[in-house]
């Protein structure tokens, strides 16, 4: 985040799959993925014959076109490589770059804190009871770039609610994997590691909040945050926490490595406020990535656009302070 203006001129005009392809390209998978749909056993798409072990390359999922935005999405290139996983490097496309051989299998996820069910569990427990969807979302990076990205994954809450949190549980912290000799980028100091983010249950609890295992219809790249991520579409990016390995209920605020590592630029709540200027630049407008990088910036919206569904969690809090 803090190489701004480098980053900024290193964006290609990289091409965005215009949406009719990406269409066709769903109806496709949705007359040939009938046969993967039929071997699906509890959300697992089975590897086709001939198909290396791991995870195969098609999900089974269905769109849900209540919580999809209409802008055009970015084409697969845009998404998968340039973003922000300090794990990987500080630069765009350090992650596609420097995460290839990222291991994601085997994945456990420790869940600990205020809920009556804990213990390690396996990606397939954590995964494998959750009908999966397609939700295309508006993505607002802090730095002031956006991107349209259709996810896949399943609500949030159904994953929570299976560990059964207490009343004392008022927040959830979800933690990154520490391993320096796979994450070069945790062999320096540029943030504080692991990586954490958190949530207000609340904000947990919402329909919207979406934990992720693919985009565009595949497993996601390990770039991407594999193989599970948070997506939380009316915060700024940086809640959007990757390669989880830890989900902690608590009754206090986390302390998480945004807002630890400055906190006069990056509050806990991290809602999309454009009347709120980050310190070092506006939040007024955005940069949508792709096709008209270049183009004219377009506003942004409180809370990403997400304002009807989601203004009511902060009813009574001031935004500005809460930021
Ligand atoms: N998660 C981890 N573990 N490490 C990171 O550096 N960066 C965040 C978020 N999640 C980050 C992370 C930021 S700042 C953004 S904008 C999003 O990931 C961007 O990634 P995406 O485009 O894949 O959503």
């Known amino acids: ?10 964006i290609k005009p990289s091409e965005i799959t215009p949406e009719d392809q990406y269409l066709s390209r769903r109806a496709l998978l949705a007359g040939g993925i009938g046969l993967a749909a039929a071997q699906t ?42 973003n922000n996983y300090y794990e990987f490097g500080t ?8 995460a290839q051989n990222f291991r994601t299998r085997p994945w456990n996820v420790a869940v600990s804190g205020e809920a009556e069910v804990t213990g390690n569990f396996t990606l397939e427990d954590i995964i494998k ?16 770039w956006s991107m349209v990205i259709p996810w896949v994954g399943f609500p949030l809450r159904d994953l929570l609610n299976r560990f059964k ?7 959830v912290e979800f933690k990154t994997l520490f391993d320096p000799k796979q994450m070069p980028g945790q062999r320096t100091r540029v943030l504080e590691w692991p990586y954490v983010e958190g949530l207000r249950m609340d904000e947990a609890m919402h329909p919207l909040a979406l934990m992720a295992i693919g985009l565009y219809g595949k497993w996601l790249p390990n770039q991407n945050g594999a193989p599970l991520r948070l ?25 998480t490595t945004w807002a630890g590592s400055a906190v006069n630029e990056y509050g806990f709540y991290a809602n999309v406020n454009p009347e709120v200027d980050h310190p070092r630049w506006s939040q007024a407008t955005e940069r949508r990535i792709g096709a008209n990088a270049f183009g004219p910036r377009q506003p942004t919206l409180p809370f990403n656009g997400y304002a009807a569904q989601v203004a009511s969690l902060y009813s009574g809090m001031d935004l500005r302070k809460n930021f």
């Not at 985040?1 to 290193?10: E, G, N, Q, T, W």
């Not at 630069?91 to 420097?98: F, H």
């Not at 949190?165 to 927040?171: D, L, R, S």
Request: glycine letters at 8%.
């Open 129 to 144: 009871p959750h009908p999966l969807e397609e939700r295309v979302y508006r993505l607002r990076c802090v730095e002031a």
């Open 91 to 98: 630069g765009k496309s350090d992650p596609s770059e420097n």
């Open 41 to 82: 056993l509890g959300g697992f798409a089975r590897p086709a014959i001939g198909q290396s072990a791991g995870p195969p390359t098609a999900l089974t999922y269905a769109r849900n076109t209540a919580f999809s935005v209409k802008d055009a999405p970015n084409s697969y290139a845009d998404i998968s490589t340039y």
């Open 165 to 171: 949190p207490t009343a004392n549980a008022k927040f």
């Open 231 to 255: 997506i939380v579409p009316w915060k700024y990016g940086f809640k959007g926490i990757k390669a989880i390995v830890g989900i902690r209920f608590v009754q206090r605020a986390p302390r």
């Open 1 to 10: 985040m803090r190489k701004r203006s480098a980053d900024l001129a290193k």
